[in-house]
């Protein structure tokens, strides 16, 4: 039985994916990384911090002028502006939302992004009220695709992780969803969608808007 809803927030809640692109392979094209839409698609899902420190690992840069927490409070500072500029929320997330409501779900915000992230876009589309914890990878030892995220959240719900159902939409967080033991519904970019490696996840939407009330209720046993 669900009792309690935990949404992933970048391609779940607003389509921050093509602006975390944006901001990413500006930034680390300037620091000499050869980053490509292709090679950020393979690091999402995952924290900032350990993306920064991936690429620099691949790719090493002058750490003692560019150091890897500066990077990333620089990525941070022009994705919240690309966000304000350029953001808008997935098609059918607001209906899901007032559904979920009106069953007296409990949701939560399970997200790898910085808490400031978060808060931008909770701030810019005036949602936070529909839920009841919200909380940022940063905090936790382990990032996505590691379940830290999920146990966690599911804990501030005090709910077990085996009665929630999270909306995913990156392989990386599929892949920590179930790992914590939870209904999994994935929303994967269009080219990803017949990937198979998705087929883990207990039922996947090509929209969001496609998560109707009987698709809950087919989970929901």
């Known amino acids: 039985m669900i009792k309690a809803v935990i949404f992933d927030m970048d391609g ?4 921050s994916e093509p ?3 944006e901001a990413e392979i500006k930034i680390f094209n300037s620091l000499g990384v050869p980053l490509t839409e292709e090679m950020c698609e393979t690091t999402t899902g995952m924290r900032l911090v350990d993306v920064v420190k991936l690429w620099n690992e691949k790719y090493p840069w002058d750490t ?7 990077v990333g409070e620089t990525i941070v500072t022009s994705l919240i502006t ?18 979920f409501a009106s069953k007296n779900l409990p949701m939560a915000i399970a997200s790898s992004s910085d808490r400031k992230i978060i808060d931008a876009v909770m ?6 009220d529909y839920f009841k914890v919200i909380h940022s990878a940063e905090y936790e030892e382990f990032g996505k695709p ?6 966690s959240t599911a804990k501030m719900l005090g709910v077990e992780p085996q009665d929630c159902l999270a909306i995913e939409d990156s392989f990386n967080g599929v ?12 929303y994967p970019e269009k080219t990803n969608f017949y990937n198979p490696k998705f087929a883990i996840a207990d039922i996947r939407f090509r929209s969001l808007k496609d998560f109707t009330e009987d698709e809950f209720n087919k989970l929901n046993i």
Do not use: C
Request: proline letters at 5%; hydrophobic letters at 50%.
């Open 175 to 186: 892949v920590s969803a179930v790992a914590a033991r939870m209904k999994t519904a994935a």
């Open 123 to 128: 701030n810019k589309f005036g949602m936070a």
């Open 64 to 70: 003692g002028k560019d150091p890897l927490e500066k």
């Open 19 to 21: 602006l975390w692109k």
């Open 146 to 151: 590691h379940p830290a995220i999920y146990i």
């Open 82 to 99: 690309l966000i304000k500029q350029k953001s808008v929320m997935n098609p059918g997330i607001e209906e899901l939302l007032k559904m």
């Open 12 to 15: 779940v809640i607003i389509d």
